[in-house]
């Protein structure tokens, strides 16, 4: 196609934005509120299996050691752990290194934890890597029978939860992702529709001097692409301003929940979101072209 | 150039044509007429293939139209140059002259040189060469015609189709718009009138074909409007 053509295509799809302001308006605030929901969901469900794989890569038993353990005993009790069937590997941590974990986590919000340095309440415990998760159950059982442990936790039930939250956010999102499109493309083909009733003239006449009947939907296409490129725009602009604000204040109050960098994630998110809102828009307008133009 | 052979066209349980066999050289000048309703206008929209024809062939250009695709009707319009007697609703009121002529050139993806060439050339035939740059509501009824025209001759039509090209012009500018059909024929274009304007064709005595009822009833060369007598 020449360039000219597409220059000529483009002004067209622009003028009938322009001439059919208020419907043009609905069409993109529909596309922008439809992504922005779908990005909410997007962004919530990738946050949850973020989580859920770094609390899988990290220690999956840990053995809390009772608060008077005497130290002494401590390649002891490390040996008597690392034997045990199943176990991969064990690592002992103080309680001073843990604090400094914690430290960690908490970033910028570290002096809170100055008020509980004096005083360390936390523990020494074991971080036990298991074999398979097939084992836990005999691992944990086994662990606690260890004298000097006090409790175990066993972070495979956090995990499990955490799938579950996942894949129940995923299966909504999905079925909400899809009803949204559908509404979007109906209302982006209703748009569509009124557009080219407004230039049934034009079309006539276009018809009449021997334009192809692509060279006619193209200008219906575009516009349609544009109006959900548009909305596609405020929802990814609403989703990057907004979870901007929640990782900073996640950050702030909850440090140690695992979110997902601003950057390059709201990046990929907003091309997801733009592609999404063209080809939708897209969609609609062909929708509308075959049943309103019969070219 | 147009052969029709058999053609029948039923509109509902209207039969608009009935067994419509014609041949038109390329190069003739022909006027079809006949009442309201004869079938003159369903006869032209079959040749620009607008419609089918129920029963018969229809030929233009050495093409048979029934076995035309409908992705290829583009470039049979391209071929055939249309014009109508409601010239008002055919031009777009907010493009100008040239735009307006230019618009047949653009919708076929013609160059911006070629477009600068063929549009004040083709201005300059139907007598517009000064009002280029004039809108449709600045032009008085001859010459939103004469634009009209101009668009349907822009990409060089072996064929004309008029349908009451004059219908809504007062006597004087009809004449002038029906003897540019005529100087447009005699460049080498295929003219088809559909007109009931009397007067025009005992004015210039070309070849007349008749309808009646969707049937041809005359058919003769230098013909007049009505059979005398």
Known sequence: ?295 | MIHTIGVTKVHGKHVALRDVTLHIAHGEFVFLVGPSGAGKSTLLRLLYREERPTIGEVWVDNQNLNLLKPRDIPYLRRRVGVVFQDFESKLLPNKTVFDNVAFALVVTGASRREIKRRVPAVLELVGLGDKARAYPHQLSGGEKQRVVLARAMVNNPPLLLADEPTGNLDPQTALEIMGLLAEINKRGTTVLVATHAEYIVNAFRKRVIALRDGSVVRDEERGLYAVEG
């Open chain 1, 1 to 295: 196609m020449r360039a000219r053509t597409i220059g000529y295509l483009f002004t067209e799809a622009l003028d009938g934005i322009r001439k059919n302001g208020v419907m043009s308006f609905a069409s993109v605030s529909t596309v922008a509120l439809t992504l922005f929901v779908l990005a909410v969901f997007a962004v919530i469900a990738l946050n949850v299996q973020h989580m859920t794989r770094i609390l899988e890569s990290q220690v999956q038993v840990v053995a809390y050691l009772k608060a008077d353990f005497d130290r002494a005993r401590r390649d002891d009790i490390v040996r008597t752990a690392r034997f045990l069937d199943g176990v991969a590997d064990v690592q002992y941590v103080t309680k001073e290194e843990a604090l400094a974990r914690l430290r960690k986590q908490f970033g910028e919000q570290a002096d809170l934890l100055d008020a509980v340095a004096e005083n360390n309440p936390l523990v020494d415990s074991l971080e036990v890597r298991l074999e398979s998760p097939a084992v836990a159950d005999g691992v944990v059982a086994k662990l606690r029978a260890i004298e000097g442990v006090d409790k175990v936790l066993y972070r495979r039930d956090t995990v499990k939860r955490l799938q579950s939250v996942a894949s129940a956010l995923r299966a909504l999102g999905t079925v909400l992702a899809g009803l949204l499109a559908f509404a979007t493309v109906l209302i982006v083909s209703n748009t569509i529709r009124i557009s080219v009733f407004a230039r049934r003239r034009e079309i006539g006449i276009m018809k009449l001097v021997g334009a192809t009947d692509w060279f006619i939907r193209w200008p219906f296409l575009m516009e349609g692409a544009m109006l959900g490129l548009g909305g596609a725009l405020l929802a990814a602009v609403a989703i990057s301003a907004g979870y901007v604000w929640v990782v900073e204040k996640v950050n702030l109050i909850l440090p140690f929940i695992p979110v997902i960098p601003a950057s390059p994630f709201l990046l990929d998110i907003s091309k997801v979101l733009l592609l999404s809102g063209a080809f939708l828009g897209a969609a609609g307008s062909l929708l509308s072209l075959r049943r309103h133009l019969r070219v």
